[in-house]
Protein backbone atom coordinates (compact mmCIF):
# COMPACT_ATOMS: atom_id res chain seq x y z
CA UNK A 1 0.00 0.00 0.00
CA UNK A 2 1.27 3.54 -0.87
CA UNK A 3 2.33 5.55 2.41
CA UNK A 4 2.38 9.46 1.87
CA UNK A 5 3.64 11.34 4.93
CA UNK A 6 2.02 14.81 4.92
CA UNK A 7 3.53 18.13 6.68
CA UNK A 8 0.53 20.62 7.97
CA UNK A 9 2.28 23.99 8.78
CA UNK A 10 1.21 27.55 9.20
CA UNK A 11 1.66 30.02 11.95
CA UNK A 12 0.34 29.73 15.30
CA UNK A 13 -3.62 29.35 15.95
CA UNK A 14 -4.31 29.25 12.27
CA UNK A 15 -6.19 25.74 13.00
CA UNK A 16 -3.91 23.62 12.00
CA UNK A 17 -4.71 20.41 14.65
CA UNK A 18 -8.23 21.48 14.69
CA UNK A 19 -8.19 20.89 10.72
CA UNK A 20 -6.27 17.34 10.80
CA UNK A 21 -7.80 16.55 13.55
CA UNK A 22 -11.43 17.04 12.34
CA UNK A 23 -10.35 15.50 9.04
CA UNK A 24 -8.70 12.02 10.54
CA UNK A 25 -11.12 11.43 13.56
CA UNK A 26 -14.04 13.14 12.80
CA UNK A 27 -14.04 15.61 15.81
CA UNK A 28 -13.66 19.89 15.94
CA UNK A 29 -11.49 20.65 18.67
CA UNK A 30 -12.46 23.64 20.18
CA UNK A 31 -10.07 24.85 22.94
CA UNK A 32 -6.28 25.87 21.06
CA UNK A 33 -3.84 24.55 23.04
CA UNK A 34 -0.49 25.09 20.82
CA UNK A 35 0.79 21.80 19.38
CA UNK A 36 4.98 20.84 19.19
CA UNK A 37 4.45 17.94 16.88
CA UNK A 38 1.93 15.45 16.73
CA UNK A 39 1.73 12.40 14.23
CA UNK A 40 -1.62 10.44 12.69
CA UNK A 41 -2.12 7.66 10.69
CA UNK A 42 -5.24 6.76 8.69
CA UNK A 43 -5.84 4.62 5.68
CA UNK A 44 -7.93 6.83 3.04
CA UNK A 45 -9.43 6.05 -0.72
CA UNK A 46 -7.80 9.18 -3.20
CA UNK A 47 -8.90 8.12 -6.59
CA UNK A 48 -10.23 4.36 -5.70
CA UNK A 49 -6.35 3.91 -4.66
CA UNK A 50 -5.68 3.13 -0.99
CA UNK A 51 -3.54 5.20 0.80
CA UNK A 52 -1.23 5.48 4.43
CA UNK A 53 -1.52 9.18 5.31
CA UNK A 54 1.28 10.05 7.31
CA UNK A 55 0.33 13.21 8.67
CA UNK A 56 2.64 15.67 10.87
CA UNK A 57 1.07 18.02 13.15
CA UNK A 58 3.58 21.02 13.53
CA UNK A 59 3.85 23.91 15.71
CA UNK A 60 3.07 27.42 14.96
CA UNK A 61 4.25 29.51 17.57
CA UNK A 62 7.70 31.26 16.35
CA UNK A 63 10.03 29.46 19.30
CA UNK A 64 9.75 26.09 17.57
CA UNK A 65 10.42 27.54 14.21
CA UNK A 66 14.02 26.06 14.15
CA UNK A 67 12.10 22.72 14.17
CA UNK A 68 10.57 23.73 10.92
CA UNK A 69 13.58 22.29 8.73
CA UNK A 70 12.91 19.07 10.41
CA UNK A 71 9.58 18.12 9.95
CA UNK A 72 10.19 19.45 5.99
CA UNK A 73 12.75 17.08 5.65
CA UNK A 74 10.45 14.28 6.09
CA UNK A 75 7.72 15.74 4.16
CA UNK A 76 6.52 14.16 0.25
CA UNK A 77 4.41 17.02 0.26
CA UNK A 78 2.65 19.91 2.48
CA UNK A 79 -0.36 21.93 3.38
CA UNK A 80 -0.03 25.52 4.17
CA UNK A 81 -2.58 27.07 6.43
CA UNK A 82 -3.37 30.20 7.20
CA UNK A 83 -6.63 32.09 8.44
CA UNK A 84 -8.56 33.87 6.52
CA UNK A 85 -8.56 36.01 9.81
CA UNK A 86 -5.34 36.76 10.74
CA UNK A 87 -3.44 38.75 7.57
CA UNK A 88 -0.26 38.43 9.87
CA UNK A 89 -0.54 34.05 9.18
CA UNK A 90 -1.27 35.12 5.13
CA UNK A 91 2.00 37.22 5.38
CA UNK A 92 4.11 33.64 6.89
CA UNK A 93 3.23 31.85 3.42
CA UNK A 94 5.69 33.14 1.43
CA UNK A 95 8.54 32.31 3.94
CA UNK A 96 7.02 28.81 4.17
CA UNK A 97 7.27 27.86 0.69
CA UNK A 98 10.36 29.15 -0.01
CA UNK A 99 11.81 27.41 3.62
CA UNK A 100 10.18 24.48 1.63
CA UNK A 101 11.73 24.90 -1.52
CA UNK A 102 15.49 25.56 0.00
CA UNK A 103 14.66 22.23 2.19
CA UNK A 104 13.58 20.34 -0.29
CA UNK A 105 16.32 22.08 -2.92
CA UNK A 106 13.75 22.06 -5.80
CA UNK A 107 11.95 24.98 -7.29
CA UNK A 108 8.74 23.68 -7.26
CA UNK A 109 6.89 21.03 -4.72
CA UNK A 110 4.18 19.24 -3.35
CA UNK A 111 1.93 21.97 -2.14
CA UNK A 112 -1.75 22.84 -1.38
CA UNK A 113 -2.65 26.30 0.36
CA UNK A 114 -5.51 26.41 2.81
CA UNK A 115 -7.00 29.56 3.66
CA UNK A 116 -8.29 28.36 6.36
CA UNK A 117 -11.47 29.51 9.27
CA UNK A 118 -13.74 30.31 6.02
CA UNK A 119 -16.86 29.95 8.73
CA UNK A 120 -15.35 33.16 10.28
CA UNK A 121 -16.45 35.47 7.43
CA UNK A 122 -17.34 38.31 9.53
CA UNK A 123 -13.83 38.05 10.82
CA UNK A 124 -12.40 37.94 7.54
CA UNK A 125 -9.18 39.77 6.41
CA UNK A 126 -7.49 38.10 3.56
CA UNK A 127 -9.56 37.77 0.75
CA UNK A 128 -10.41 35.01 -1.40
CA UNK A 129 -8.46 36.52 -4.46
CA UNK A 130 -5.68 36.86 -2.30
CA UNK A 131 -5.52 33.10 -1.66
CA UNK A 132 -5.53 32.01 -5.04
CA UNK A 133 -3.28 34.80 -6.30
CA UNK A 134 -0.50 33.61 -4.23
CA UNK A 135 -1.11 30.13 -4.90
CA UNK A 136 -1.30 30.64 -8.74
CA UNK A 137 2.15 32.63 -8.48
CA UNK A 138 3.39 29.41 -6.83
CA UNK A 139 1.23 27.13 -9.27
CA UNK A 140 -0.32 25.06 -6.52
CA UNK A 141 -3.81 24.23 -5.48
CA UNK A 142 -5.66 26.67 -3.26
CA UNK A 143 -8.83 25.69 -1.32
CA UNK A 144 -10.51 28.05 1.42
CA UNK A 145 -11.00 25.28 4.61
CA UNK A 146 -13.50 25.36 7.64
CA UNK A 147 -12.31 22.91 10.46
CA UNK A 148 -15.37 23.69 12.41
CA UNK A 149 -17.76 23.09 9.37
CA UNK A 150 -15.63 20.69 7.33
CA UNK A 151 -15.16 22.52 4.25
CA UNK A 152 -13.04 21.03 1.47
CA UNK A 153 -11.03 19.24 4.27
CA UNK A 154 -11.50 15.95 2.48
CA UNK A 155 -10.70 17.75 -0.50
CA UNK A 156 -7.50 19.51 0.29
CA UNK A 157 -5.97 15.79 1.60
CA UNK A 158 -7.21 14.19 -1.35
CA UNK A 159 -5.46 16.75 -3.50
CA UNK A 160 -2.33 17.13 -1.67
CA UNK A 161 -1.72 12.86 -2.23
CA UNK A 162 -2.59 14.13 -6.19
CA UNK A 163 -0.14 15.96 -6.48
CA UNK A 164 2.46 14.08 -4.50
CA UNK A 165 1.42 11.45 -7.08
CA UNK A 166 2.01 13.84 -10.17
CA UNK A 167 6.13 13.72 -8.99
CA UNK A 168 6.69 9.99 -8.77
CA UNK A 169 7.59 7.83 -11.61
CA UNK A 170 4.84 5.38 -12.66
CA UNK A 171 5.32 1.98 -11.64
CA UNK A 172 6.36 -0.40 -14.49
CA UNK A 173 4.54 -3.75 -14.94
CA UNK A 174 6.78 -6.23 -15.38
CA UNK A 175 5.88 -8.54 -18.43
CA UNK A 176 5.16 -11.99 -17.44
CA UNK A 177 7.12 -14.57 -19.15
CA UNK A 178 8.20 -17.64 -18.65
CA UNK A 179 11.19 -19.56 -20.04
CA UNK A 180 11.18 -23.54 -20.24
Known sequence: MEETKIVVIGGGGVGKSAMTIQFLQNYFVTDY????EESYR???LV???PVLLDVLDTAGQEEYSA???QYMESGQGFLIVYSIADTGSFEE???LYQTILRVKDSDKYPTVICGNKCDLEKLREVTLNDG????KSYQ???YETSAKTMKNLDTVFHQIVREIRKTQSPIKKRSKCSIL
Not at 33 to 36: A, K, R, S
Not at 132 to 135: D, F, L, P, Q, V
Request: aromatic share 4%; proline share 13%.
Open 47 to 49: DNS
Open 140 to 142: VPF
Open 67 to 69: MRE
Open 33 to 36: DPTI
Open 42 to 44: KQI
Open 132 to 135: KSIA
Open 93 to 95: VPE
